[in-house]
């Protein structure tokens, strides 16, 4: 089966430019996240997808982030325009469509490590 | 207010000694969910196990093992006879009503062979 594809792996961009994060959640899996990982801390969610919709974008700093999901399937993190303190890996997570009363384990890209100088 | 501690920021051992990895919660919820990941220098996470607030069996995977108190809100993660392949980033992570999944800020275990 394969994993969760994003995609670039590593990008460094100038500080005021944009940028663009692709993912392509394993098939099937109704739900997708992104998470922001800092280096040295914990995963931190930004926004959380099912199917089309959004079920959570609280923490998303909507003044120079964006995401969106195609169809229900890809989905595409922007950030315009990025800012030193964007430096940090984005994951991109997907799972199943929790059923009644259980949650399915996310499973992870690899990410893509932004470097904003 | 939701939170997840994992006091450990770093730990070292040598080879085949045991070691325990703590996560102690915070929540208001009485249903919620706990994981453990993994993360290896690719950088991926892996995920190692969940367990729902209602479970609290502990339970044992080849040489990984968790203990899950919910009188003391702590899900503690062993691996016995630790190998070198153990080297990664542990994160424990609390998943609530809300959709709502937070993470700790991760143990960093060396084995050292």
């Known amino acids: 089966e394969a994993g969760v594809a994003q995609s670039p792996r590593y990008k460094i961009i100038e500080k005021r430019q944009s940028v663009a994060f692709w993912c392509n959640p394993i098939?099937?899996?109704?739900?997708l996240y992104w998470y922001q990982q800092i280096l040295g801390q914990g995963p931190k969610l930004l926004i959380q997808f099912q199917n089309n919709g959004v079920v959570d974008d609280s923490q998303l700093p909507k003044d120079r982030f964006s995401a969106e999901r195609l169809k229900g399937v890809d989905s595409t993190l922007k950030i315009q325009p990025a800012k030193l303190e964007d430096s940090a890996v984005y994951l991109c997570a997907s799972s199943l469509e929790p059923g009644q009363g259980a949650i399915a384990e996310a499973f992870f890209g690899q990410g893509t490590r932004l470097t904003v100088v | 207010a939701q939170k997840v501690t994992q006091a450990q920021t770093e730990i070292s051992v040598v080879e085949k000694e045991d070691v325990t990895l703590d996560c102690v919660y915070e929540t208001r919820d009485t249903t919620y969910y706990l994981f453990w990941y993994k993360q290896p220098p690719s950088g991926e996470l892996v995920f190692l196990i969940r367990?729902?607030?209602?479970?609290?069996q502990n339970e044992i995977s080849g040489r990984y093992s968790w203990n899950f108190q919910k009188s003391t809100s702590s899900f503690n993660f062993t691996i016995t006879a630790s190998q070198v392949v153990d080297s990664a980033v542990y994160f424990c992570a609390l998943f609530t009503g809300g959709f709502k999944t937070i993470f700790g800020a991760g143990t960093r275990l060396f084995v050292k062979a």
């Open positions: 098939s099937g899996h109704a739900t």
């Open positions: 367990r729902n607030s209602f479970d609290e």
